[in-house]
């Protein structure tokens, strides 16, 4: 399965190399160009036992990568996407706010329309 991981956190970066690891094809997408270049780096921005040895093998075996480009993610043909952004506190009421995922979803929407014209 091709896997679209929308958002590289802690959730992100997780869920994206265990689906790797799995044998799915993955990747991850974020707005922050510079974590991106520092995951393609080889250093993961945050720490659980064994991810930044799981994250540098899959890329090795090409399974997993690190962009900040959603048209690329449609391009490759992208069959599942994962929503793994933050949710702010909202202004008011300090409930969750949706408006990152509201524009990740935005985004992969009008990626996709635009890619398949």
């Not at 393609?40 to 997993?64: C, D, F, H, T, W």
């Not at 793994?84 to 995922?101: C, E, K, N």
Request: net charge positive; proline share 3%; glycine share 12%.
């Amino acid at each position: 399965m091709r896997v679209c991981m929308i958002g590289t956190g802690y959730v992100g970066i997780v869920t994206g190399t265990c689906l790797a690891e799995l044998g799915h094809e993955v990747i991850c997408i974020d707005t922050n160009a510079e974590k991106v270049a520092q995951i393609q780096a080889g250093k993961v921005p945050m720490y659980e036992p064994g991810l930044a040895e799981l994250v540098e093998s899959n890329r090795r075996l090409g399974r997993i990568e690190f962009s900040t480009s959603m048209d690329e993610a449609v391009k490759r043909g992208s069959v599942f996407y994962f929503i793994a952004v933050g949710a702010p506190t909202r202004a008011g009421d300090g409930g969750a706010g949706r408006s990152y995922v509201f524009w990740a979803a935005a985004a992969a929407g009008r990626a996709n329309a635009r890619l398949k014209k």
